[in-house]
């Protein structure tokens, strides 16, 4: 099996297993009590917190450890909407293609009375750091950027719109999941007050991430009980799940570089490759974007057919975010960025791994196309295109 579905989730690596296991089996105190076996887990945990913070040049009492980046998403929207309100601002500036983490948890503050705005994303993927400054009043309370986007792949000009919120005075959060441990984050540099993370993108464990809050920021909790993660989220620490994930950013931010050139030529080879098919679409930028990240939409198909049949062929691809892959409705992403709705149906999103081979780029290649063309075969869309009773849109 070729695995493309790494923005899904990612394999956990080899050391960070280890650091898993070898904590469950002789770590397994509790890090609250003050007896030896706690306190060695409560030294995990910290050693942990530092490993975390030195990733993204945060200090560790800046990192707070979640189940994930939705509860991190959550408690940082929420903590800011909340700080906003106390001094009567209740405005929130948002673009229409975040993760749903983000966007649901927009709507139902509007349905508390916050107002939102969602930024348009244009054609290219990208978020224009001049829209965002003139959407923001005097009632912002926040600004809330995905660092990068989880289905098209696009970098937005985080330190950019960062250092427009800090001059305006507003908090500025970015959803960074498809982020940390892929690219450079230096949360100082690029002017951040609020970051989410998962550690089952970068190699770590599901259930596990991480909320980086600016000191000074004082977060609202979502989860009341103890006084875990200085009362800040209360529940037992999944010391296993936090030592792994600590390992695997350690471990994914020392390879970064070579991994992002290796990982950018397979990516261009992809794009080029698929880019020969007639009527076919890149979206988002061809350069800025993440390293592992390739998007195309195939006029005349249906992107679940071609999931099912590239799986059929050893192949592990998505059309999207896994977390709406239950839906039958087109991605918001694509839709976001002016692609149709019969366009975006018939989408597909590649996202390689360290583990790809240049063989594995060319099979991909060579059955994406086989695969497209034996679809279009039978398609009564594709029909009404080739004998002009639609006009093609790509």
Known sequence: MIYADNAATTRMSEAAIHTMVSLAQETWGNPSSLYTTGQRAKE?????????????????????????????????????????????????ISTAFEHHAVLHTLKKLESEGFTVTLLPVHENGLVVPEEVEAAITDETALVTVMFANNEIGTIQPIREIGAICRARGVLFHTDAVQAVGHLPIDVMLDNIDLLSASAHKFHGPKGVGFLYARKGIRLTNLIEGGAQERGRRAGTENVPGIGAMATALTEAAAGMSESAKRLSAL?????????????????GDATK??????????????????????????????????????SLDPSHVLLAIGRVHDVAHGS???????????????????????????????????RDLVNGK?????
Do not use: M
Request: charged share 25%.
């Open 267 to 283: 990516r261009d080879r992809l794009i080029a490759g698929l880019s020969e098919i007639p009527h076919s679409a890149l979206n």
């Open 44 to 92: 995990v945990l910290e050693e942990a917190r530092s490993a975390v913070a030195a990733a993204i040049g945060a200090e560790p009492r800046e990192i707070l450890f979640t189940s994930g980046g939705s509860e991190a998403d959550n408690q940082a929207i929420r903590s800011a909407a909340e700080l906003g309100k106390k001094k009567g601002k209740t405005h929130i």
């Open 348 to 382: 597909l999103r590649l996202s390689i791994g360290d583990d790809i081979t240049e063989a594995d780029v060319e099979y991909i290649i060579k059955n994406v196309k086989e695969v497209v063309e034996y679809l279009r075969g039978f398609s009564p869309i594709w």
């Open 390 to 394: 639609k006009a093609f849109i790509l």
């Open 289 to 326: 974007r993440l390293p592992s990240n390739v998007n195309f939409c195939f006029e005349g198909i249906e992107g679940e057919s071609l999931l099912l049949l590239l799986d059929d062929r050893g192949i592990a691809a998505s059309s999207g975010s896994a977390c709406t892959s239950g």
